[in-house]
């Protein structure tokens, strides 16, 4: 698997769904977060594909996913770490957990 090189950090207001990856909604610029005590910085690769996600709150990264993809595009892992402890689920190129 090659991963793509990321991008600079995007900003979004929330999140929808709640299937993996997440899918991010509502982008705001980075200006605008001075008047925001939560929002979510995000990366994506070159195919736009988000490989980071990080929830900040009041200025600390709360929680954080870390997205890797099989070379057609289906999700393989995700690394969530949220207060101090870290998972990973990993997933077949059907997209079924393994």
Known sequence: MNQE???EFRYFVSYSG???P???VNEIT?????NRNT???????????????QKVVYGEVESE???QYYDDGA???VRITEDDE????HFNELGETV
Do not use: T, W
Request: positive net charge; hydrophobic residues 35%; contains cysteine.
């Open 75 to 77: 999700l393989k892992s």
């Open 39 to 53: 929002y979510y910085r995000s990366q994506f690769d070159a195919r736009d594909r988000i490989v980071l996600c």
């Open 86 to 89: 870290m998972r990973e689920i």
């Open 22 to 24: 997440l899918k991010l």
């Open 18 to 20: 709640v299937k993996l």
């Open 5 to 7: 090189q990321q991008s």
């Open 65 to 67: 996913h870390r997205y």
């Open 30 to 34: 980075g200006e605008s977060l001075n």
